[in-house]
């Protein structure tokens, strides 16, 4: 695959609703977007997941764009290996420390590319092994516990096999018990904490064993290793690690140590979807379930995490949700719906599987740039 042009795109969308966690409040998304292009023609799309700002980990829009510009861009493009290919892209940016989700959104951009031209879906390239799979919802923290109940009563009605509830110190037990009360104990239910907690806060977090929770997600810092492990033997709810599973390497760590029982999987966090698939494999050589994560992801990356959720060892319910849970109107021409089951199908066309909504696309455009090799 030849590439002849790369597109960098700057997209604000409004969110439907504004989305709170522990780190802060979203109102929208500024999200970069990249196109490549290759000689004959055709297009592969990826999507950054970095926020606006470093609140979720390191990397934000500004920066990853930088970075891309400055430091990835000219060595994909000098990379001896002609043609290109997605698995040569990892390889080729190594040296550049860090920056995981500037360097997905590369390889992703290449690998639609590639997958698209020889006419291969994204989920049979990973491997995936089903064509739909269960939605869940990620439910930001609310005003009050009345407001959290008529939203999260809202997607339930809309089908949502799972909820998540973003939890920080002062607003969990409260909130989990009464969501709990309403809707029963059939709802699969899960907290996030995004890193709000120290070791100092088991007993607090011990109150949530009561509530049959499927787990209890990134309670402590990132770097804190050792303490997920001695807090997993504090509880009875199983610990899922987000923020420190940083590669397949982390993961195998986390789980060697005892600081996790479940693994949250985001190609962006890992630095693509080439290592979020091996982190899927070592996971399952582990018999440690792993489920896909979101980051508030317009249509693009909403279609290459449905890919990933395909894989076998993706046995819980993802924050994979419908294009309306974010969006009045997503950038794929065929938003992404709940069926009646509350799954979503997996695109099956060649790479992604969507096709972008141009008109759309340029309307919401706030920034272009170009790179050719
Ligand atoms: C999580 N996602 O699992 C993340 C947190 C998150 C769906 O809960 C901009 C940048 C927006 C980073 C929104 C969900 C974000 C973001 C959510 C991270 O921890
Ligand atoms: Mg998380």
Redesign the pocket.
């Known amino acids: 695959m030849k590439l002849a042009e790369v597109e960098l795109r700057r997209v604000r969308l409004p969110l439907m609703t504004p989305?709170r966690?522990s780190?802060g409040v979203?109102l929208d998304?500024d999200i970069l977007l990249v196109r490549v292009t290759t000689a004959d023609g055709v297009e592969g799309w990826g999507e950054c997941?970095?926020?606006?700002d470093p609140?979720?980990?390191p990397e934000f829009t500004e920066g990853a764009q930088v970075v891309i510009r400055e430091h990835l861009l000219p060595r994909l493009l000098a990379t001896p290996e002609r043609p290109l290919a997605a698995h040569r892209v990892g390889p080729a940016l190594a040296a550049v420390k860090g920056h995981p989700m500037a360097k997905a959104a590369l390889e992703a951009a290449v690998l639609d590319a590639e997958l698209r031209a020889s006419g291969v879906s994204l989920a049979g390239f990973l491997g995936g092994v089903r064509g739909r799979v269960a939605a869940g919802v990620?439910v930001g923290i609310a005003e009050s516990v009345p407001a959290l109940l008529d939203t999260v009563a809202g997607y339930l009605d809309d089908g949502y096999r799972r909820v998540?509830l973003?939890i920080e110190p002062g607003w969990d037990v409260t909130p989990v018990a009464a969501v709990r009360e309403r809707f029963g104990d059939q709802l699969a239910l899960q907290v996030?904490a995004?890193a709000a907690y120290g070791l100092a806060d088991a007993r607090q977090l011990a109150e949530l064993d009561e509530f049959g929770l499927l787990l209890i997600?990134?309670p402590l810092p990132e770097d804190d290793l050792r303490g997920h492990a001695v807090l997993a033997r504090q509880l009875r709810t199983p610990l899922c690690l987000?923020?420190s599973i940083t590669s397949a390497r982390a993961a195998a760590d986390a789980i060697a140590l005892g600081a996790c029982q479940i693994v949250?999987v985001?190609a962006g966090r890992v630095g693509g979807y080439l290592e979020a698939r091996r982190v899927h494999d070592v996971c399952a050589a582990q018999g440690v379930p792993v489920w896909c994560?979101?980051?508030?992801e317009t249509g693009i990356g909403r279609a290459a995490n449905l890919a990933l959720a395909a894989l076998p060892n993706f046995t819980l319910p993802g924050?994979i949700s419908a294009s309306d849970r974010y969006w009045r109107r997503d950038l794929s021409t065929e938003p992404f719906v709940l069926e009646d089951d509350g799954c979503i199908r997996v695109p099956d066309g060649p790479g992604l599987g969507i096709t972008v909504d141009q008109d759309w696309l340029d309307e919401v455009t706030t920034a272009v740039e170009h790179h050719a090799p």
């Open positions: 989305f966690t780190f979203q998304r997941v970095a926020g606006t609140l979720y980990s990620s998540k973003k996030d995004n997600e990134q987000d923020e949250n985001k994560g979101g980051m508030l924050d």
